[in-house]
């Protein structure tokens, strides 16, 4: 039986490489340990409801500070993940599980009870299925929209890379507020840091998603510190406006064993501010770019910020 907490059995693919020694995080980087009543109750109300974590799959640095304010980001479809990213820690191999067709009740349910303005939703890949689990995203969506309906929906979903045209078409045909997808690295870096994927493919998905619902926002995320330089950078921001992106979230990449892919070095805050200026003037309506920028990080305050964004642009116009 595999044990998903031994991180040999978590990444089994990965644990015949040599060491990469971690380095010591900077100054800059400093989170709140986990901890507190608000911290606890989200805890426990994701273990009531059997549901899986990306903070804790991915050992956010983020989970002290987003927990004890409610704000934990519900992986669904399982705890296994079909891809083998080399800067990921959710377990990797073939699912053992079929996908729970309670699941996107138990994920409702849960939202309800922490009474989030806002919810992030995200997934593992699940190649083995047949539509990616479009469906299952999308009845996570429904699913949440029928319990609480005040609370706007976030996805950050998979490639959908092996699937027909209708898998995308399914999530966005149950009409999530914000959807994201990370392009996670520059191209150059594809073979080394997301071997199952395809730069081009990822972009094309998001302007797919913006050709089918104009109105929906589109967000996407790359992690610096992986060995890419600020040209490269530059030429991810051009391309996620060339396919009408509209928010663009940079963190720093932080190396979680050292089987994992190396941390080439700690971008400096001051160079965070820099591509924060330099995507604003691409014409992003939101950026956040700092060392410890998530996906989800601060994601209900930036939808708020992202819709007023959108109304000035609109006054503007
Ligand atoms: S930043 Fe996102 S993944 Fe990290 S703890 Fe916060 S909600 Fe979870």
Request: proline share 7%.
């Amino acid at each position: 039986m595999r044990d998903l907490k031994i991180p040999e059995q978590r990444h089994p693919e990965k644990a015949k490489r040599k060491d990469n020694p971690q380095p010591k995080k900077p100054d800059w980087i400093r989170v709140r340990a986990p901890g507190g009543q608000g911290y606890a109750d989200t805890r426990k109300i994701m273990r009531e409801h059997k549901l899986v974590t990306v903070c804790e799959e991915a050992s956010c640095p983020n989970v002290g500070e987003c927990w004890s304010q409610g704000h934990a980001t519900m992986m669904i479809m399982g705890e296994v993940c079909t891809r083998a990213c080399s800067f990921c820690n959710i377990a990797t191999g073939k699912p053992p599980e079929a996908l729970d067709a309670f699941e996107p009740g138990r994920v409702a349910d849960a939202v309800q009870k922490l009474g989030l303005n806002h919810v992030v939703i995200t997934s593992v890949d699940r190649d083995d299925v047949e539509d990616g689990g479009a469906e299952h995203f999308a009845q996570t969506i429904r699913a949440i929209r029928h319990r609480s309906p005040g609370t706007t929906i976030e996805i950050l979903t998979p490639d959908f890379i092996r699937c027909g045209p209708e898998a995308l078409e399914k999530v966005v045909a149950a009409r999530p507020d914000v959807f994201n997808h990370n392009l996670e690295t520059v191209p150059g870096l594809y073979p080394e840091v997301r071997p199952g994927a395809r730069y081009f493919h990822s972009l094309r998905l998001l302007q797919r998603v913006k050709e089918m619902d104009p109105s929906m926002f589109t967000k996407s995320g790359i992690m610096v510190g992986l060995g890419e330089d600020r040209q490269a950078v530059m030429q991810v921001m051009e391309d996620m406006r060339a396919a009408d992106i509209d928010f663009l979230t940079i963190g720093q990449y932080l190396q979680p064993t050292p089987k994992h892919h190396a941390v080439d070095r700690f971008v400096h805050p001051d160079e965070f501010a820099g591509y924060e200026k330099a995507a604003l003037g691409k014409g992003f309506l939101m950026v956040s770019a700092t060392p410890l920028t998530r996906s989800s990080y601060h994601a209900g305050d930036d939808f708020a910020r992202l819709r007023a964004a959108r109304e000035a642009k609109l006054a503007r116009a």
